[in-house]
């Protein structure tokens, strides 16, 4: 681990005594559950809080922490992609319309409301006119 101490770049010496102590208490290993998780990233946010005051054998725990934590939740959390009604919904609350907005898009207030709700797609032309609109892809309405 290193050091900057100005310009010249200081190796910090780790005592493995005191990791070993370090890593006996938090028992860190692969995380297989939200708990593990948890129980991970609280050690992780009380060696965050020690900031300057931590010791090289803490922050070496705390980049080992922060891999397996990541490594986690990049496996567990997935995002999953918003389906184009989904994001046609978030556009609307976001910028605060009603669906007779969109009336010169979708030409009814029937068709409109279709759409909104899910009973029918968007086509390629009304994308195009939603992306245009909404000033975002036509990709995130197909």
């Known amino acids: 681990m290193t050091r ?3 310009s010249a770049t200081v190796k910090a010496k780790i005592d493995a005594k005191k990791y070993a102590r370090l890593l006996a208490e938090s028992l860190p290993a692969v995380i297989e559950t939200e708990e593990e998780n948890d129980r991970l990233v609280a050690i992780a946010q009380q060696l965050i809080k020690k900031a300057q005051q931590r010791t090289p054998e803490e922050t070496r725990l705390l980049k080992l922490l922060s891999h397996l934590i990541q490594e986690f939740e990049e496996r567990f959390y997935q995002p999953r992609t ?3 009604r989904e994001v046609l ?3 609307i609350a ?4 009603k ?6 898009i979708f030409g009814s207030k029937g068709v409109t409301s279709e759409v909104v ?4 797609g968007i086509s390629k032309t009304q994308a195009k006119a939603l992306a245009e609109f909404f000033h975002v892809s036509a990709d995130v309405f197909l």
């Open 4 to 6: 900057t101490n100005g």
């Open 82 to 84: 918003a389906t184009p």
């Open 89 to 91: 919904r978030e556009l």
């Open 94 to 97: 976001a910028n605060r319309l």
């Open 99 to 104: 669906q007779s907005d969109l009336l010169p």
């Open 117 to 120: 709700n899910g009973k029918r």
